[in-house]
């Protein structure tokens, strides 16, 4: 008799997630105690001495050592309770934002992390923004609730008045900082108390009805009183749970807790395995394509070269989003429809890779790549399936390129076609003035520092970058017109992408606005499909 567990039972026990935060809210804390609960890593409390070496367990880069931030995007898996967890790191930093869209488009959920005296920041919205984009659900975790903290029914009205997401709280915190008690689950009436002391360790939770006498002595008469008097203000203020519409993303459970004390973050992942869904069906130009049906497909939603520089090599991240993989099988890359052997594909824990035996819907599989993989990319076993592709941004950054030493030219242009590819940047070339430097395109400027430190370390092509004064751009389609028309240095500027599409830069909105309103044959385009004609914004 097969011993096989069945597809379905391993899909339901999947939950393919990621951590979006405001840097400094404690993701890497809260990552390192998630993965201390899977076992994944045995060092709690490590935050310190990774602050010390500037080391995090899910950073790869040494420049991301260097700066403290977290610029790629590394996946991790855990078991806990039964559950197989892959959780995607996303870079903290607002510039890396398209890294963390693409990252977004291989989650189910997400959880949202938040500092409870700073509540809502910028980097939470933008991040949220990406998350509505994609319909994501998510559970919002408040940390750090161990230091003076924001009132925490402000802090809900903020996350709605902010974020447009109404709430529900699944505990309650009891004070704050020097008065932090703990937190009371309303859901289970349960009372966790926060004991001061050495951190590290799991606090114990009592099931204490709100008005037991335990409980009112255990917190005294004072903090009792404003517990229940918050609770059934709450009662009023905040929306019962809701399953569908969390799955929709239009309500979002809260926890409160603080990671770095390790108070209340195993009664939250315990909650978050029951709420989080399961891989569900996902959209293809075939029509949506049901998770446990028996055929593998997947999409490629990163690469990443020279993940370790001793090897030199590619690696293309696959969501599979149905059936069951095993090595050495054969898929189709739907793209080309040439056949691909997955003999070799990677699981990763920030720097050690294991070899992947069999892997589910849900699941991410790193495949060694020459070159032939682009993100978006499907692959399908028997019947190709082809999955909505994942949209390249208009550029808000330009610079040009100097190369320092003219020998180095093939380098460079390896070394581009290889970043682009990878969705590092985007590559550009000058149709009217035939320069021969490319122009760069990014979204956010510390990408030009990552590009201009990878093509010197791992291409050996020193660069320096000439700043040009264009803030937008916009692919353009239509009938075909003379480049020349649109070249105005300074205000405007036509470019061809790497794929021969052209887009106009524009110095100011104004300009932008200008040229559209005279040019009203052609389509002005904010985001494109790699690898696919026509526009999708
Ligand atoms: P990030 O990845 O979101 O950027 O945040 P990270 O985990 O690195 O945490 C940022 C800072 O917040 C760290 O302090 C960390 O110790 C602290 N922190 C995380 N969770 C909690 C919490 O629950 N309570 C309190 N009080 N602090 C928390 P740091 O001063 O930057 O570094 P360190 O010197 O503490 O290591």
Not at 78 to 95: A, C, I, K, S, V
Not at 201 to 221: S, V
């Amino acid at each position: 008799m097969s011993t096989t567990p069945p597809l379905e039972a391993e899909i339901a026990r999947r939950r393919t997630f990621a951590i979006i935060s405001h840097p400094d809210a404690g993701k890497t804390t809260l990552t390192e105690k998630l993965l201390l609960y899977g076992g994944a890593i045995h060092l709690a409390g490590s935050v310190k001495a990774r602050r010390a070496t500037r080391h995090a367990t899910s950073d790869w880069m040494e420049m991301e050592r260097e700066r403290g931030i977290s610029i790629t995007t590394s996946v991790l898996q855990f078991e806990w309770q039964g559950h197989h967890l892959n959780l995607l790191d996303t870079p903290g930093h607002n510039d890396f934002s398209e890294d963390t869209y693409r990252t977004l488009a291989a989650a189910d959920s997400v959880i949202m992390l938040l500092d409870a005296a700073k509540g809502v920041e910028p980097q939470t919205i933008k991040l949220f923004q990406v998350c509505r984009m994609r319909g994501l659900p998510i559970v919002t975790f408040i940390n750090k609730l161990d230091r003076a903290s924001q009132d925490p029914l402000d802090l809900l009205d903020e996350i709605e008045k902010v974020l447009g997401i109404p709430t529900t709280p699944v505990n309650w915190p009891i004070g704050s900082g020097p008065d932090f008690l703990g937190v009371y689950e309303r859901w289970g009436g349960t009372l966790m108390r926060y004991e001061r002391g050495e951190s590290g360790r799991k606090a114990t939770a009592e099931a204490l009805p709100l008005d037991a006498p335990e409980l009112i002595e255990a917190l005294g008469p004072r903090a009792h009183a404003q517990l229940v008097e918050e609770l059934e203000l709450l009662e009023g203020a905040s929306l019962p749970w809701n399953r569908e519409d969390y799955l929709a993303g239009k309500l979002s459970p809260v926890f409160f807790g603080s990671a770095m004390n390790d108070f209340g973050v195993e009664p939250f992942l315990n909650r978050f395995l029951e709420l989080a869904p399961s891989p569900r069906p996902r959209s293809a130009a075939q029509g949506s394509i049901d998770p446990a049906q028996p055929a593998l497909t997947g999409f490629v939603f990163k690469i990443q070269a020279n993940m370790d520089p001793s090897h030199r090599d590619r690696i293309a991240f696959v969501r599979l989003c149905s059936g069951r993989f095993e090595r050495g099988m054969e898929v189709t890359h739907v793209r080309t429809g040439k056949p691909l052997k997955l003999n070799k594909p990677l699981q990763f824990m920030a720097q050690e890779r294991t070899l992947v035996e069999v892997a589910y819907a849900g699941d991410i599989l790193g495949l060694w790549d020459s070159g032939a993989l682009r993100i978006g990319d499907s692959i399908a076993e028997g019947k190709p399936v082809e999955f909505e592709g994942i949209p390249r941004f208009s550029p808000e950054h330009f610079v040009r390129v100097a190369l320092l030493d003219p020998m180095k030219r093939k380098q460079l242009k390896k070394g581009l076609d290889q970043l682009s590819e990878e969705g590092a940047v985007q590559v550009f070339y000058d149709p009217v003035r035939l320069e021969k430097d490319p122009v760069l395109g990014a979204v956010g400027l510390l990408q030009f520092d990552v590009i201009q430190y990878r093509l010197r370390v791992e291409y050996g092509a020193d660069v320096s970058f000439v700043r040009l004064p264009y803030q937008y751009a916009r692919w353009v389609e239509g009938p075909p017109f003379s480049e020349s028309k649109f070249d105005d240095p300074g205000r405007t500027a036509c470019l061809l992408d790497i794929e021969g599409r052209p887009l106009i830069l524009f110095a100011t909105e104004w300009h932008m606005a200008r040229v559209i309103d005279q040019n009203k044959a052609l389509t002005f385009i904010a985001a494109v499909q790699p690898g696919r004609k026509g526009a999708i914004v």
